[in-house]
Antibody, heavy 118, light 106 residues
């Protein structure tokens, strides 16, 4: 059974850097074809894809957010970390990580709400 | 970029109704389309992939069809647990997700 869980701060100040950790079990990020992605959802709004890291350390980023995002993995710890710089109130959202195979996202973590406010 | 446009963005329906949601791609994406269901306060769940293949465990009242630029998600007989928001996702390009369709109780 694959499970994922997001962790990190619930509140960040504008201009700060957000660091979120996705801790997973039930699969290995060293298995060919496997990836972990990050998707966010502002309150009441649609899903927005952020980034994806593959088993071979290939990384993909949302073009509109690429300059602010970094995704890394620690295979030995079964963790994927997403950092987003220069946070703004518009970045307030629930942030999800999800297991990915062939670019499908399944399953997802429960999500973590991050509020950006001074 | 390939844009996905879902319609309607909101629909009101009754239990037992047949419901159809459309997802249109700005360019052809073959059958590289998936559908997700998201209930309030919960993470999205994969329903359908490759436009028409039901994910394991998904009830058979859900079906998907289409290829190229037009796709549909159909719920043959709406059940109380199906009231949710549905998103399409294309696997070809960015941005991957459509804007969502919220299905509410009439």
């Amino acid at each position: 059974q694959i499970t994922l869980k997001e962790s990190g701060p619930t509140l960040v100040k504008p201009t700060q850097t957000l660091t979120l950790t996705c801790t997973f079990s039930g699969f290995s990020l060293s298995t060919s074809g496997v990836g972990v992605g990050w998707i966010r959802q502002p309150p009441g709004k649609a899903l927005e894809w952020l980034a994806l890291i593959y088993w071979d350390d290939d990384k993909r980023y949302s073009p509109s957010l690429k300059s602010r995002l970094t995704i890394t993995k620690d295979t030995s710890k079964n963790q994927v970390v997403l950092t987003m710089t220069n946070m703004d109130p518009v970045d307030t959202a629930t942030y999800y990580c999800a297991h990915s195979a062939t670019l499908l996202y399944d399953p997802w973590g429960q999500g973590t709400l991050v509020t950006v406010s001074s | 970029d390939i844009q996905l446009t879902q319609s309607p963005s909101f629909l009101s329906a009754s239990v037992g109704d047949r419901v159809t949601i459309t997802c249109r791609a700005s360019q052809g994406i073959s059958s590289y389309l998936a559908w997700y269901q998201q209930k309030p306060g919960k993470a999205p769940k994969l329903l359908i992939y490759a436009a028409s293949t039901l994910q394991s465990g998904v009830p058979s009242r859900f079906s998907g069809s289409g290829s190229g630029t037009e796709f549909t998600l159909t719920i043959s007989s709406l059940q109380p647990e199906d009231f949710a928001t549905y998103y399409c996702q294309q696997l070809n390009s960015y941005p991957p997700f459509g804007g969502g369709t919220k299905v509410e109780i009439k």
